[in-house]
C-alpha cells in the first residue's frame, strides 16, 4: 500500500472536464508524469513546528535569488578607480572602486536599492542561522540516523557553502570593514605552509588587494556558489520526499507510517504560507533595521580600520579563535610556521567540519544500530547525543564570544584582556562541564517522565490526613500520553565480546570491539528505561493499598504520591471533603 | 556637676541655662568652621584676579592629587597618583573638568565622563592657573571649531582625516572601542565642538596627542564638521542597532528574525480551537 | 512482513537486528506497557461545524489578502511618492522611501502567508491522514537484478579481459588533471621577493597621511601619534599621482606607518637601533604581523600600540614587542634621520618584511 488513504467521508465524484485538466493532459502527453505526480500530490506531512525550521532556510535561499538578482542589475564588480560622484555628500570627490561606486549608486541612487541590499543581508544571516537552528533541531531528534545519513551529509555541505557564499557576499561592495576581512583573509593564505604565498598571489592576482578579487568573488557568490547551493538543495529536497518526513512518536504513529496532513491542500498552504511570512519579516526588517551601512564605513583602504571589525556572525567562533590564540610560531631551517594563524583558522574549522559530518556515523559505530529509524526521539532520550551537541555548542559559543571580545568588553565594562584569558581557559572546561550537566539533566528529566507513567501526574489537589500529613493527589494520565513516553527502544549493558567464540577461533579485533562496547555501554549508562508492564501494575495496587480505607477503618495516608480514587471515611477523597461543599452526616462545625 | 551645681547658686540658675550653653556652643563651633575652613565653590572674593580665583579652586579640589602647583604627586612605592600639569595647558583644563572627567571621583582605569561640577566661570579661572604653571595649549578661539560654514568639500576631507585618524580607536560611527586594561576610547555622541577639538589638541590620557603642527586646525575642524553632519544626516537604512557592526546586526538577525520565524512557526503547526459541537455528518 | 519492516516496531522488540558485537538475538521483552491506541480520533473546530464560524473566518482570511493588495498598491505609489537621490525626503530621521517600500512590501507579504495560514488552519480540512512507509531499500530482485545487468555490461565491455585497455585509459584520465591545474598558473605572478620590500627608500620623506604634508621634529609632541606614508605616494608628475589605483593600495599595504613621540628615557633600544629614533620619536610599520590589519589605537602613557582586528599589543617604547595577543613577530621599526631642511625622512627601508609572516620569511 503505497497511496496515500483519505478519512473524508464525502462520496467520490466524477471528474468534471476543466481547464486544469486539460493543461495537465497535455503536459502529460508529453512528459508522462503523472506516474510520480499522483503519489506526490496527497504526500503527508507530519506537522509539528520543529520540523518547518529547514523551511526557514529553503525560503530564505528563495529570497536570496529574487533579492540578489536585482542587485546584479546595477552593481559592478570591478576594482578599478573612480572618483564618486554621487548623492551621498560626505564621500563626493572621493577616490574608490566601481564596486563600491556602484554600491553607493543602489543605496542613494536606485529607489528600493537600499531595501533590497538590506533584505538581501537580513535574509543572509537568516539563511545560514536557520541552517544552524535546523542541524540542531535535526541531531537533537536523532533524524540522522539511518536512513539519513546522506541528508545529514549534504546539510554539513549546505553550512559550509552558505557560510563561503556569505563571506564572498559581503566582501563584494569593497567597504573599509569587508576589506579589513578580506587582508585577514589573505593573511590566513600567506600563514599556509608551503604553498601560502603562492595561493595568496594567486587568489589576489599579485599582491594585495590587487585588482582582481572582487570580479572573482562575484562570479563565484553569482554563479559557482549558487549553482553548487541549487544542485544540493534539490538533493536535499529529493531525499525528503522519497524517506519521507520523520515524525514524533504517538498514537497511531508507527516506524512504516506518516501521519499528518497532504500536501495538497494543507501543506502546500502552510508552507506557501510560510515563504511569505519568511520573505515579509526579511522585507519588514530591511525597512526597519539598518544592516552594513557602507557609507559609514567608506571605500577600503589598507591604512585605515575601525574599532569593533568583526566578520559576520557565522563567521565569528574562527575569529574567536584566532583572537584567544596564544601567538606561537616557529623557524625551520629558515621557514616560518605560522601555528597562531595556521591552527586556530585552517585547521580548527576542519576538524569541527570533519566532527560534525561524520557525527552519525561516529554514533552508529559506538551504538551498533543498523535499523532504519523514522521515529525521533526526545532530546531527554538520548542524554549522551544531546549532551556531546551541547558540548559542541558551548565550545562554538564561546569562540563566538570571543569574537565579540572587544564589543563585550565595551558594553559591559570589562578588561579586554581578561575575557581572552577567561576564554582560553573555558574554552577547555566549560564543554566539560555543559557535557556532564546536560546529561545528567536529560536523566533527570527521564526520571520525571518515569515518575508520570507510574504515578500519574500531579493534580493540584492537596489532600490533608487527619494524622497530619500532607500529599498531593495524582491522577493517572492519558492512554495516548502513556503510549507516547513509552514509544522507545530499551537498551541493555552489552557483555565484553570474548577472546574466542564458541569454536575457539580467536577474535582478530579484539581490543576494538571491545573499546566499541565499553563506549556503547557508557553511551546509555544511567539511563532510565521505560517501565515493564509488571512494574506499571505493582505501582499502581502499591498506591491503591496505601490509599484504601481498611477494615477498622484507619488508612495509611503517609505523604508522598498517590494516584487513582480512594475513600476517606466513606467519602470520595477529592478535595472536597472539609470545605462545606458537601455535608458530613453528624458533623455540625461544618455545615456553616 | 554636683560640684558646678552646688557653687552656683540652683536658684540663680534658670532651667533653660544647659540649653543656652548648647546653642551658644554650637553656635561657636558652627562659627569657627565658617571662619576658618577652606574656601567651598560658592566663596568668590570679586577683588582676586582669574588666576587667584583658579588656584584657590584648585587648592580645594585638585591639589590633594596634582599637588599645589600642579607638580603632580608620586607614591611611596614609586607610581604616579596624579600627574603633573606643568604644560598641560589651559585646553587641557577646559577639556577635563568641562566634560566631568575631573575630579575624578575615584582612582580607577580611566577617568570617566560625568557630571560637570564647576561653573564655565570657575573653569576658565582654573584654566588661567594651570595655563600660568607654564606654557601650553590654550583654549581654542571659536572659529576654530565653528563648522557653520564649511563646506562639502572640507567635510569630505574631514571624513578622510577621520577614517584615517580616529576610527580605530572610536569606531566608523565614533561610538567608542575598547582599549586594553578595562580602559576605552569613548563615545562622541553628545560631545561639543569645542570639546572634541580640545581633546584631539591635548590628547587627555590614553589618547595620542595631534597637534596644530602636524594636524592643522583647519583638518581638526574639518573632523568635526564631518562628526556634526554624519550624526544630522537621516537613518537611511532604518535603526542604526547602535553602530557597533557585524555583532549587533548578528544578535539582531537571531533575536528577531529567527524568533520570529519560529515565533510563527509554532503558530502554524499548533492546533486550533476545538468546538464542543458534535462531528457533522 | 519483510525483515526491515518487522524491524524496529516500537514495543516489538523480537526483530531488533544483530550487531557485530556478537550478542544473541533479543527475544521479545517481558510486557511492554502500552499497546498503540490508534489515531485520536478527530474534533471538528468550530469552523467545521459553525456555519458563521466558518463565513466569519472566511471574511477574515479575505480581509487580509485584500489589505496585502493594498499594501502592495501603497508600495507602488511610495515608490514615486518618496524621493532618494540628492535631496532624499525623511519621515521622524529615517529615511523615507527605504521605511515607506519596505514596510508596504513587508506587510503585503505577510498578509499573504498570514491569510493563506489560516487558511489552512481553520477551513481546509485537518484530518489526519495515514500513508504508509515503504522500505528504503530496494527489494532484493531489483537489487540482483541491477548487479546482474552491471556484470552483463562490465563483461560486455571485456574491460576486466583488458587489463591494458584498462590501465592506459586510467592513465589517460587521470593526466587530464593536469591540464586543469597548469590553466590555472596565469591566475597571478609569482610571490619572488615582493612580500619583502616596501616603496620607503634613503631619504624620503615621511609625510602625514590624507593631507600629504612632511613633518618637523619640533612640531611632535610628546604622546603624539601621526599616521604617515611614504612622501612617493602622493607625488604627482603633470599632474597625475605616480601611485594611483590599484599600485597606490599595494603600496600602502605596506608602507603605511605611524610616528609617535615618547620620553627618550623611556626607550629601550635594541642593538643596532640606538640611532634610529629622533629624539624620542619613533616610525614604526601600521600593519599587523599578525594578520595584516593597520594598527593604529596607541596608548600614549602605557606605550603601548593595540590591534582593533584580534587584539595583538605591541610595546612601542621596546622595539615593537609582543605584550599580549595573537602576534608573534615584533613591529618592524622603520629607521629616522632628519633631513638638511629639517624633516623627518626614512633611512632606508624597513630591514625585515612588514606585515603577516608568511613561509619563506625565515629568520630576517
Known amino acids: 500500500?503505497?497511496?496515500?488513504?483519505?478519512?473524508?467521508?464525502?462520496?467520490?465524484?466524477?471528474?468534471?472536464?476543466?481547464?486544469?485538466?486539460?493543461?495537465?493532459?497535455?503536459?502529460?502527453?508529453?512528459?508522462?508524469?503523472?506516474?510520480?505526480?499522483?503519489?506526490?500530490?496527497?504526500?503527508?506531512?507530519?506537522?509539528?513546528?520543529?520540523?518547518?525550521?529547514?523551511?526557514?532556510?529553503?525560503?530564505?535561499?528563495?529570497?536570496?535569488?529574487?533579492?540578489?538578482?536585482?542587485?546584479?542589475?546595477?552593481?559592478?564588480?570591478?576594482?578599478?578607480?573612480?572618483?564618486?560622484?554621487?548623492?551621498?555628500?560626505?564621500?563626493?570627490?572621493?577616490?574608490?572602486?566601481?564596486?563600491?561606486?556602484?554600491?553607493?549608486?543602489?543605496?542613494?541612487?536606485?529607489?528600493?536599492?537600499?531595501?533590497?541590499?538590506?533584505?538581501?543581508?537580513?535574509?543572509?544571516?537568516?539563511?545560514?542561522?536557520?541552517?544552524?537552528?535546523?542541524?540542531?533541531?535535526?541531531?537533537?531528534?536523532?533524524?540522522?540516523?539511518?536512513?539519513?545519513?546522506?541528508?545529514?551529509?549534504?546539510?554539513?555541505?549546505?553550512?559550509?557553502?552558505?557560510?563561503?557564499?556569505?563571506?564572498?557576499?559581503?566582501?563584494?561592495?569593497?567597504?573599509?570593514?569587508?576589506?579589513?576581512?578580506?587582508?585577514?583573509?589573505?593573511?590566513?593564505?600567506?600563514?599556509?605552509?608551503?604553498?601560502?604565498?603562492?595561493?595568496?598571489?594567486?587568489?589576489?592576482?599579485?599582491?594585495?588587494?590587487?585588482?582582481?578579487?572582487?570580479?572573482?568573488?562575484?562570479?563565484?557568490?553569482?554563479?559557482?556558489?549558487?549553482?553548487?547551493?541549487?544542485?544540493?538543495?534539490?538533493?536535499?529536497?529529493?531525499?525528503?520526499?522519497y524517506h519521507k518526513h520523520t515524525q514524533w512518536p504517538g498514537p497511531g504513529r508507527t516506524e512504516h507510517n506518516v501521519v499528518g496532513y497532504p500536501m495538497m491542500p494543507v501543506y502546500a498552504a502552510k508552507a506557501g504560507g510560510f515563504f511569505f511570512i519568511v520573505f515579509g519579516v526579511s522585507a519588514l526588517m530591511g525597512a526597519l533595521f539598518s544592516i552594513n551601512p557602507v557609507w559609514r564605513y567608506g571605500p577600503y583602504d589598507p591604512s585605515q580600520v575601525t574599532a569593533g571589525s568583526q566578520p559576520d556572525w557565522y563567521m565569528g567562533w574562527p575569529d574567536g579563535a584566532l583572537r584567544i590564540f596564544p601567538g606561537w610560531e616557529t623557524e625551520l631551517f629558515g621557514f616560518t610556521l605560522s601555528w597562531?594563524?595556521?591552527?586556530?583558522?585552517?585547521?580548527?574549522?576542519?576538524?569541527?567540519?570533519?566532527?560534525?559530518?561524520?557525527?552519525?556515523?561516529?554514533?552508529?559505530?559506538?551504538?551498533?544500530?543498523?535499523?532504519?529509524?523514522?521515529?525521533?526521539?526526545?532530546?531527554?532520550?538520548?542524554?549522551?547525543?544531546?549532551?556531546?551537541?551541547?558540548?559542541?555548542?558551548?565550545?562554538?559559543?564561546?569562540?563566538?564570544?570571543?569574537?565579540?571580545?572587544?564589543?563585550?568588553?565595551?558594553?559591559?565594562?570589562?578588561?579586554?584582556?581578561?575575557?581572552?584569558?577567561?576564554?582560553?581557559?573555558?574554552?577547555?572546561?566549560?564543554?566539560?562541564?555543559?557535557?556532564?550537566?546536560?546529561?545528567?539533566?536529560?536523566?533527570?528529566?527521564?526520571?520525571?517522565?518515569?515518575?508520570?507513567?507510574?504515578?500519574?501526574?500531579?493534580?493540584?489537589?492537596?489532600?490533608?490526613?487527619?494524622?497530619?500529613?500532607?500529599?498531593?493527589?495524582?491522577?493517572?494520565?492519558?492512554?495516548?500520553?502513556?503510549?507516547?513516553?513509552?514509544?522507545?527502544?530499551?537498551?541493555?549493558?552489552?557483555?565484553?565480546?570474548?577472546?574466542?567464540?564458541?569454536?575457539?577461533?580467536?577474535?582478530?579485533?579484539?581490543?576494538?570491539?571491545?573499546l566499541r562496547t565499553r563506549l556503547s555501554n557508557r553511551w546509555f549508562s544511567g539511563e532510565v528505561e521505560k517501565p515493564t508492564r509488571e512494574e506499571l501494575d505493582a505501582a499502581h495496587e502499591h498506591s491503591a493499598h496505601e490509599l484504601a480505607v481498611h477494615e477498622d477503618g484507619h488508612q495509611h495516608l503517609s505523604s508522598g504520591d498517590y494516584s487513582g480514587d480512594y475513600e476517606l471515611d466513606g467519602q470520595t477523597a477529592d478535595g472536597h471533603q472539609f470545605d462545606g461543599r458537601r455535608a458530613i452526616e453528624g458533623d455540625e462545625l461544618r455545615k456553616s | 556637676m554636683r560640684l558646678i551645681s552646688a557653687r552656683l547658686s540652683a536658684k540663680r540658675r534658670s532651667p533653660l541655662a544647659g540649653l543656652v550653653v548648647l546653642l551658644l556652643g554650637l553656635l561657636v563651633t558652627g562659627g569657627l568652621y565658617a571662619v576658618l575652613s577652606p574656601a567651598t565653590a560658592q566663596t568668590s572674593?570679586?577683588?582676586?584676579?582669574?588666576?587667584?580665583?583658579?588656584?584657590?579652586?584648585?587648592?580645594?579640589?585638585?591639589?590633594?592629587?596634582?599637588?599645589?602647583?600642579?607638580?603632580?604627586?608620586?607614591?611611596?612605592?614609586?607610581?604616579?597618583?596624579?600627574?603633573?600639569?606643568?604644560?598641560?595647558?589651559?585646553?587641557?583644563?577646559?577639556?577635563?573638568?568641562?566634560?566631568?572627567?575631573?575630579?575624578?571621583?575615584?582612582?580607577?582605569?580611566?577617568?570617566?565622563?560625568?557630571?560637570?561640577?564647576?561653573?564655565?566661570?570657575?573653569?576658565?579661572?582654573?584654566?588661567?592657573?594651570?595655563?600660568?604653571?607654564?606654557?601650553?595649549?590654550?583654549?581654542?578661539?571659536?572659529?576654530?571649531?565653528?563648522?557653520?560654514?564649511?563646506?562639502?568639500?572640507?567635510?569630505?576631507?574631514?571624513?578622510?582625516?577621520?577614517?584615517?585618524?580616529?576610527?580605530?580607536?572610536?569606531?566608523?560611527?565614533?561610538?567608542?572601542?575598547?582599549?586594553?586594561?578595562?580602559?576605552?576610547?569613548?563615545?562622541?555622541?553628545?560631545?561639543?565642538?569645542?570639546?572634541?577639538?580640545?581633546?584631539?589638541?591635548?590628547?587627555?590620557?590614553?589618547?595620542?596627542?595631534?597637534?596644530?603642527?602636524?594636524?592643522?586646525?583647519?583638518?581638526?575642524?574639518?573632523?568635526?564638521?564631518?562628526?556634526?553632519?554624519?550624526?544630522?544626516?537621516?537613518?537611511?537604512?532604518?535603526?542604526?542597532?547602535?553602530?557597533?557592526?557585524?555583532?549587533?546586526?548578528g544578535l539582531f538577525a537571531w533575536l528577531v528574525g529567527i524568533g520570529s520565524c519560529v515565533g510563527f512557526a509554532i503558530w502554524i503547526a499548533s492546533s486550533s480551537v476545538r468546538s464542543k459541537k458534535g462531528v457533522k455528518a | 512482513m519483510t525483515v526491515h519492516e518487522r524491524e524496529g516496531m516500537p514495543g516489538n522488540e523480537d526483530a531488533v537486528a544483530t550487531s557485530e558485537h556478537g550478542t544473541a538475538p533479543a527475544r521479545r521483552e517481558a510486557g511492554d506497557p502500552f499497546p498503540d491506541p490508534g489515531l485520536h480520533e478527530h474534533q471538528p473546530r468550530p469552523t467545521d461545524v459553525d456555519e458563521r464560524a466558518g463565513k466569519r473566518a472566511e471574511r477574515q482570511i479575505a480581509t487580509m489578502f485584500v489589505l496585502s493588495a493594498l499594501c502592495t498598491l501603497l508600495f507602488c505609489v511610495a515608490y514615486f511618492v518618496f524621493q532618494v537621490g540628492d535631496d532624499p525626503d525623511v519621515i521622524m530621521g529615517f529615511g523615507a522611501s527605504n521605511l515607506a517600500l519596505g514596510l508596504t512590501l513587508g506587510l503585503a507579504l505577510l498578509l499573504i502567508g498570514i491569510g493563506t495560514i489560516q487558511w489552512a488552519r481553520k477551513l481546509m480540512s485537518d484530518v489526519e491522514i495515514v500513508e504508509m512507509r515503504h522500505p528504503t531499500a530496494s527489494s532484493e530482485t531489483d537489487r540482483a537484478e541491477t548487479l546482474q545487468a552491471l556484470d552483463a555490461g562490465v563483461s560486455d565491455s571485456g574491460i576486466g579481459r583488458r587489463p591494458l585497455v584498462r590501465n592506459s585509459l586510467i592513465g589517460a584520465l587521470a593526466l587530464l588533471g593536469l591540464p586543469a591545474i597548469v590553466a590555472l598558473r596565469d591566475l597571478g605572478p609569482l610571490p619572488g621577493n615582493k612580500l619583502a620590500v616596501?616603496?620607503?627608500?634613503?631619504?624620503?620623506?615621511?609625510?602625514?597621511?590624507?593631507?600629504?604634508?612632511?613633518?618637523?621634529?619640533?612640531?611632535?609632541?610628546?604622546?603624539?601619534?601621526?599616521?604617515?606614508?611614504?612622501?612617493?605616494?602622493?607625488?604627482?608628475?603633470?599632474?597625475e599621482r605616480t601611485y594611483e589605483g590599484t599600485e597606490l593600495l599595494q603600496a600602502k599595504t605596506k608602507a603605511s606607518t605611524i610616528v609617535v613621540r615618547m620620553q627618550p628615557d623611556d626607550i629601550t633600544p635594541s642593538a643596532g637601533r640606538a640611532n634610529w629614533g629622533v629624539d624620542g620619536i619613533l616610525c614604526y610599520s601600521k600593519i599587523c604581523t599578525h594578520v595584516g590589519c593597520p594598527i593604529s589605537l596607541w596608548e600614549q602613557q602605557t606605550h603601548h600600540l593595540l590591534c582593533p582586528c584580534h587584539q595583538s599589543t605591541f610595546d612601542l617604547a621596546d622595539n615593537g614587542k609582543v605584550v599580549f595577543g595573537p602576534a608573534a613577530r615584533a613591529l618592524p621599526q622603520l629607521p629616522l634621520m632628519v633631513d638638511d631642511e629639517g624633516y623627518l625622512v626614512a633611512q632606508s627601508d624597513f630591514t625585515e618584511p612588514v606585515g603577516p609572516s608568511y613561509w619563506e620569511r625565515g629568520d630576517a
Open chain 3, 198 to 239: 616596501t616603496v620607503w627608500r634613503r631619504g624620503m620623506r615621511v609625510v602625514n597621511d590624507v593631507a600629504g604634508t612632511p613633518i618637523r621634529p619640533e612640531e611632535v609632541e610628546i604622546g603624539q601619534l601621526i599616521n604617515t606614508q611614504p612622501e612617493i605616494l602622493f607625488e604627482t608628475e603633470d599632474g
Open chain 1, 1 to 241: 500500500m503505497s497511496t496515500a488513504t483519505t478519512n473524508g467521508k464525502q462520496a467520490a465524484r466524477t471528474a468534471k472536464p476543466n481547464r486544469l485538466a486539460g493543461a495537465a493532459t497535455w503536459v502529460d502527453d508529453r512528459v508522462g508524469l503523472a506516474g510520480v505526480a499522483k503519489k506526490q500530490v496527497r504526500k503527508v506531512f507530519p506537522d509539528h513546528w520543529s520540523f518547518m525550521l529547514g523551511e526557514i532556510a529553503l525560503w530564505s535561499f528563495v529570497v536570496l535569488l529574487l533579492t540578489g538578482t536585482f542587485l546584479t542589475l546595477w552593481f559592478k564588480p570591478s576594482m578599478g578607480e573612480v572618483v564618486y560622484n554621487g548623492s551621498y555628500d560626505q564621500l563626493r570627490g572621493v577616490s574608490m572602486s566601481e564596486a563600491y561606486a556602484s554600491t553607493l549608486h543602489i543605496s542613494f541612487d536606485v529607489r528600493g536599492g537600499l531595501l533590497m541590499r538590506q533584505i538581501h543581508h537580513w535574509s543572509a544571516m537568516l539563511f545560514i542561522a536557520a541552517m544552524f537552528v535546523h542541524m540542531m533541531r535535526v541531531y537533537f531528534t536523532g533524524a540522522f540516523r539511518k536512513p539519513r545519513e546522506v541528508n545529514w551529509v549534504i546539510g554539513c555541505l549546505l553550512l559550509l557553502l552558505g557560510s563561503l557564499e556569505g563571506f564572498t557576499g559581503y566582501s563584494l561592495p569593497d567597504d573599509l570593514l569587508s576589506g579589513t576581512g578580506l587582508r585577514a583573509a589573505d593573511g590566513f593564505t600567506k600563514a599556509v605552509p608551503v604553498v601560502g604565498t603562492y595561493v595568496s598571489f594567486f587568489l589576489f592576482d599579485g599582491e594585495f588587494p590587487g585588482d582582481a578579487v572582487i570580479p572573482r568573488f562575484f562570479t563565484m557568490h553569482v554563479l559557482l556558489i549558487p549553482g553548487v547551493l541549487l544542485a544540493l538543495i534539490g538533493l536535499h529536497m529529493l531525499l525528503l520526499v
Open chain 1, 340 to 514: 597562531n594563524i595556521f591552527l586556530p583558522i585552517i585547521v580548527l574549522p576542519g576538524l569541527m567540519f570533519t566532527i560534525l559530518l561524520m557525527l552519525p556515523f561516529i554514533e552508529a559505530w559506538i551504538v551498533g544500530d543498523k535499523r532504519d529509524h523514522h521515529l525521533l526521539q526526545r532530546p531527554r532520550n538520548a542524554p549522551t547525543r544531546t549532551a556531546t551537541m551541547v558540548a559542541l555548542m558551548t565550545f562554538i559559543g564561546l569562540l563566538w564570544a570571543a569574537g565579540g571580545n572587544d564589543i563585550i568588553a565595551l558594553k559591559f565594562d570589562l578588561n579586554l584582556n581578561y575575557i581572552t584569558y577567561f576564554i582560553r581557559v573555558m574554552v577547555f572546561v566549560g564543554p566539560v562541564i555543559a557535557f556532564l550537566l546536560t546529561r545528567r539533566w536529560c536523566i533527570s528529566l527521564q526520571r520525571a517522565d518515569q515518575a508520570r507513567l507510574l504515578h500519574g501526574y500531579e493534580s493540584g489537589i492537596i489532600m490533608r490526613s487527619p494524622e497530619g500529613a500532607y500529599a498531593e493527589k495524582h491522577l493517572p494520565i492519558s492512554t495516548e500520553e502513556a503510549y507516547t513516553l513509552t514509544a522507545r527502544d530499551r537498551h541493555h549493558e552489552k557483555p565484553l565480546p570474548s577472546e574466542a567464540d564458541q569454536n575457539g577461533v580467536a577474535n582478530r579485533k579484539l581490543r576494538m570491539s571491545r
Open chain 2, 45 to 249: 572674593q570679586a577683588s582676586q584676579s582669574t588666576v587667584e580665583k583658579g588656584r584657590a579652586l584648585f587648592l580645594v579640589g585638585c591639589a590633594s592629587c596634582h599637588g599645589k602647583n600642579g607638580e603632580g604627586i608620586v607614591t611611596k612605592r614609586g607610581t604616579q597618583y596624579g600627574p603633573p600639569l606643568v604644560g598641560v595647558g589651559a585646553a587641557a583644563v577646559d577639556f577635563q573638568v568641562g566634560t566631568g572627567r575631573m575630579p575624578m571621583a575615584r582612582p580607577g582605569a580611566q577617568a570617566e565622563k560625568k557630571e560637570v561640577v564647576y561653573t564655565p566661570e570657575e573653569i576658565s579661572a582654573m584654566a588661567a592657573f594651570v595655563a600660568s604653571l607654564g606654557p601650553g595649549p590654550a583654549i581654542p578661539e571659536r572659529e576654530a571649531y565653528d563648522t557653520s560654514d564649511v563646506d562639502n568639500e572640507s567635510v569630505v576631507r574631514g571624513g578622510e582625516f577621520f577614517r584615517t585618524n580616529c576610527t580605530a580607536c572610536h569606531n566608523f560611527a565614533a561610538v567608542g572601542g575598547a582599549l586594553p586594561g578595562g580602559k576605552y576610547a569613548p563615545s562622541l555622541d553628545g560631545v561639543s565642538n569645542k570639546h572634541i577639538y580640545e581633546a584631539l589638541l591635548t590628547g587627555p590620557q590614553q589618547m595620542p596627542v595631534f597637534s596644530n603642527g602636524v594636524l592643522k586646525p583647519s583638518e581638526k575642524r574639518d573632523i568635526i564638521a564631518y562628526l556634526n553632519s554624519v550624526k544630522e544626516q537621516p537613518k537611511y537604512g532604518g535603526s542604526n542597532l547602535g553602530s557597533y557592526g557585524p555583532v549587533a546586526e
